[in-house]
């Protein structure tokens, strides 16, 4: 089935330790994106990537990188100047030239740091 | 500066009555599309409806549509009939067509519909 995957669902951190999540997607969409969603509020852009090895900033991208190497993959680290890391993040794609190009979200990985 | 303001926190509606959530919007671009999203307590997101800025009609589908007045800046998602299965978050979103196809999305509305 096409879709998109995060994992993990569920994540653990000590405070000042690195983490990484992944995104995979089997659509064949160009663009990615990372956001983070804390409780009760929206969500919150970090960053995003139309292309392969091309991804911009976005309104919270203190504390985290990401890395674009190949279309189907959009890794997102956690680093440990990220503050407050403990949130919901949410990957999303879709294909860039769709009339509508809604976004196609993952599950979500949940992260609680420690 | 590109910008998504949902000013109601959060709304209840009788079932099988009509509601109307509130989505205002700030962007310079002339080219930009507009979405609604609805986040259930499960966490997942779906995709409602979607309404591009050169879009001359009101989008609608199903018991969705979009009322978009493009000189108040605003696109209000209307749900006709609500039922309990409505009950969730409810996200609007602006997607910007030029420099990069940056999304952002509103703060939300959470819908409670009441039996």
Redesign the interface.
Known sequence: DGGITQSPKYLFRKEGQNVTLSCEQNLNHD?M?W?RQDP??????IY?S?IVNDF?K??IAEGYSVSREKKESFPLTVTSAQKNPTA?Y?C?S?H?GQ???????G??SRLTVL | AQKITQTQPGMFVQEKEAVTLDCTYDTSDQSYGLFWYKQPSSGEMIFLIYQGSYDEQNATEGRYSLNFQKARKSANLVISASQLGDSAMYFCAMREDTGGFKTIFGAGTRLFVKA
């Open positions: 663009a994106y956001y009760g509020q929206g969500l919150r852009l995003y139309q911009q976005g309104d919901f949410l999303a879709r860039i009339n509508t190009g809604e976004l196609f979200f599950e979500g």
